[in-house]
């Protein structure tokens, strides 16, 4: 879950923008409200289900919060970063590789391009 939570993260730097406040919203809510089903479906109470939903919002934004100067960090930085999301994770240096490659492959592309086979116009 903590791979999606990143990779999410990137996708929410990478676009946000006031032209694209209310999409954004609606994708984080839809992503959540999907991750919140899941966890329905494995079978959790609502009890736990609320904490678990607790855990991964607070872990996001944390992502969110760390990564939000990315560009500027050297590789070093960005381990140190990755790392402390992903501590049993052994190549943590080909995840900044991936994470560096994926938000230049974002950068390249429009929110429109993500968008346009999902929504109807």
């Known amino acids: 879950m903590t791979f999606f939570l990143i990779h999410f993260a990137f996708f929410l730097k990478t676009y946000k923008s006031r032209e694209n406040k209310d999409i954004l919203q609606k994708i984080y ?3 959540f409200r999907q991750l919140e089903l899941s966890i329905r479906e494995i079978g959790y109470g609502d ?3 609320n904490k ?3 855990n991964y919002l607070n872990l996001f934004h ?3 919060s760390e990564i939000h100067f990315w560009d500027k ?3 070093n930085e960005k381990s140190k970063k990755l790392s402390s999301f992903l501590e049993d994770f052994g190549e943590i240096d080909i995840l900044v590789d991936h994470f ?3 938000s230049m492959n974002l950068k390249k592309k429009t ?3 993500f ?3 999902v929504i109807s116009p």
Request: glycine share 0%; proline share 0%; aromatic share 12%.
């Open 29 to 31: 809510d839809f992503n």
């Open 47 to 49: 009890q736990s289900i």
């Open 52 to 54: 678990k939903m607790k």
């Open 62 to 64: 944390a992502i969110v």
């Open 73 to 75: 960090l050297d590789k």
């Open 100 to 102: 560096d490659d994926f």
């Open 111 to 113: 929110l429109n391009f």
């Open 115 to 117: 968008l346009k086979s």
